[in-house]
């Protein structure tokens, strides 16, 4: 018996032929019944996958210090949005609400914006941020753009759908999934409908797989049009590279363990790296200030989570102690989360 998004999956490449990578995150991912955020929350032990402000309160933190400051450096504005997308849990949001709190008239300007596609997820963050009355949106279109915007989003663009191209004889060919009977759901390569392709600029061998992700261009565009409109600073951070590259990064991941992209279907999480090459080109075609990227470690040890640590750790039980040694080491180690996950900064002037 297959699940209903199995089957609605069959049925789509049946009438419609094969469908792009693209295509299939955001039905697996995002499909409104039955999409794999849309009917649970993911995260921590129990579930599929954890992540950083769930490892420690420390990340959120560090966050909020750094919110607050680029509150200050926008001149304090009397009100702003604070804006972040795919929130989870709403931890890290309540973990930097918690901090600005103690900047004075950061709390009376804040206005959070959440954007949040999960029903379930929703209903967590507004357990996490009860008290602050935050407003949700599908997507960024709607989010206001008559104040400032502070903005984070973390492992919130490795959700949004991606393409595979692979260099073969003749050229770029684009990578779909396929379905028939006997061989299950599988890649086929062919000519892509849209010519896409033809922006590639990166150099590669036969075999080679470039991934492009048209929709994360959108994203940023859209955002950076708000931001220019009053002023603001975004953070974005998440599994990536510096530096435009080919690799096939797509990954399925069920219970903490790696699993096969086309199998499990709905019911493991589905990621790619994010190109940060490819962000802050986008960032800079629309005039904004655009840092470049760092590693985790970097930029959590320059906003001070070593002395943070070190704080909590003054205060805490020999257990906690231990706990607060071991995040710190797994948020910033670059065997752990250190090294792999990427950072960059996005501002414009009020
Ligand atoms: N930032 C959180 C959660 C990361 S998981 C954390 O660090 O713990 C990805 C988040 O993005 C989830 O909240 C998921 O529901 C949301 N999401 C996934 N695809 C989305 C989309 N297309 N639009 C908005 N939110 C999305």
New binding site residues.
């Given amino acids: 018996m297959h699940s209903p998004l199995v089957k609605l999956l069959q049925d789509t490449i049946k009438a419609d032929g094969p469908m792009d990578i693209g295509q299939y995150i ?1 039905i697996v ?2 499909h409104p019944k039955y999409g794999y ?2 009917t649970r929350d ?2 921590g032990q129990a579930g599929d ?6 490892i420690s309160q420390m990340f959120g933190e560090m966050l909020g210090a750094y919110f607050a400051h680029q509150w200050m450096n926008l001149g304090s504005p009397a009100r702003f949005t604070f804006l ?6 709403g ?2 949001m309540a973990d930097m609400m918690r901090i600005g709190k103690a900047f004075d008239g950061f709390r009376q300007a804040v206005e959070i914006h959440l ?4 029903p379930v ?1 929703r209903q967590k ?1 507004a357990e996490a941020l009860r008290g602050y009355g935050p407003v949700w949106h ?2 960024v279109s709607t989010v206001p753009d008559d104040v400032p915007i502070l903005m984070v ?4 663009l ?4 991606l393409r595979q191209f692979v260099m073969e004889e003749e050229g770029w060919c684009e990578r779909y999934v396929d379905y028939n009977e006997e061989a299950g759901f599988h890649y086929i390569n062919a000519s892509s409908r849209d010519g896409l392709e033809r922006n590639i600029t990166c150099a590669a061998e036969i075999g080679d797989i470039l991934e492009v992700a048209p929709l994360r261009d959108v994203v940023v565009q859209e955002l950076c049009r708000k931001m220019k409109a009053s002023g603001g600073a975004a953070l974005l ?1 998440d599994y990536g590279h510096i530096k435009t590259a080919p690799g096939d990064t797509f990954q399925a991941m069920k219970g903490h363990l790696d699993c096969d992209v086309l199998e499990h279907i709905g019911e493991a ?1 589905l990621t790619t790296h994010v190109d940060f090459e490819a962000l802050k080109v986008q960032a800079e075609k629309m005039g904004a200030k655009v840092s470049d990227s760092v590693t985790q470690a970097a930029f959590l040890n320059l906003v001070g989570i070593a002395q943070r640590a070190e704080i909590l750790r003054a205060k805490a039980t020999p257990a906690q102690a231990e706990d607060i040694e071991s995040a710190y080491h797994r948020l910033t180690d670059h065997d752990k989360m250190g090294a792999l996950f990427k950072v960059i900064a996005i501002n414009y002037e009020r």
Avoid: W
């Fill in positions: 955001e991912l995002g955020y849309v993911p995260l996958f954890t992540t950083s402000p769930e972040e997308c795919g929130p989870g849990r931890t890290l954007v949040e596609i999960s997820l963050q599908e997507d989003g973390n492992e919130f490795d959700a949004l759908p951070i999480d």
